[in-house]
């Protein structure tokens, strides 16, 4: 079942995070995040009225999915930057590629013109993922992430949506 996060559902995101950070380069993170942690981000992001979904199989959350802005300056409003993570023991079933779709179609109607993925390199199942959803590479940063006592190169993926600006919805209001 796909469904919108909401906060209680943060210590299932820490169980299916937690060890993408102690045990890969995927994130950059390197400290465990706590449920805390994990509530503040769920809130800033559907605060900006963008998605954070979760896959639940058996009642239990098996991968999430959002996307959060780009950049802070206003220019770049009309961007996102996504992620997606799976529980490590529901990998290769298609499920990733699910939660990410319906991701995207969500953004694609709320006036997003741009979707930015980045990965750490190596990480083929996302680069897989990525061109079966149709994103383009469109750069690679060298060693601009250090994990683990090693240098990370960083692939950017991007899928531009032709849809219509609906207006100024996504932009800092000043008070």
């Known amino acids: 079942m796909l469904r919108d996060a909401n906060w209680h559902d943060a210590q299932a995101i820490c169980q299916i995070y937690n060890p993408y950070i102690a045990h890969t380069t995927i994130t950059f993170e390197e400290y465990p995040v706590r449920p ?47 992620s997606v993570y799976v529980d490590q023991q529901f990998t290769g079933k298609g499920i990733g590629r699910r939660i990410y779709g319906e991701l995207l179609r969500r953004v694609d109607t709320m006036g997003i013109h741009a979707v930015v993925g980045c990965v750490a390199m190596p ?53």
């Open 36 to 82: 805390m942690d994990i509530e503040r981000r769920i809130r800033d992001v559907q605060e900006r009225a963008l998605p954070w979904l979760v896959w639940e199989d058996q009642g239990h959350i098996v991968a999430y999915a959002y996307v959060r802005p780009w950049q802070t300056r206003s220019a770049y409003r009309y961007t996102v930057e996504s």
């Open 123 to 175: 990480n083929e199942p996302s680069v897989l993922l990525h061109q079966k959803l149709g994103f383009q590479r469109v750069g690679c940063f060298p060693e601009v992430g250090r994990k683990f006592d090693r240098w990370i190169d960083v692939e950017y993926w991007q899928m531009i949506f032709e849809g219509g600006i609906p207006g100024d919805q996504f932009a800092e209001k000043s008070t």
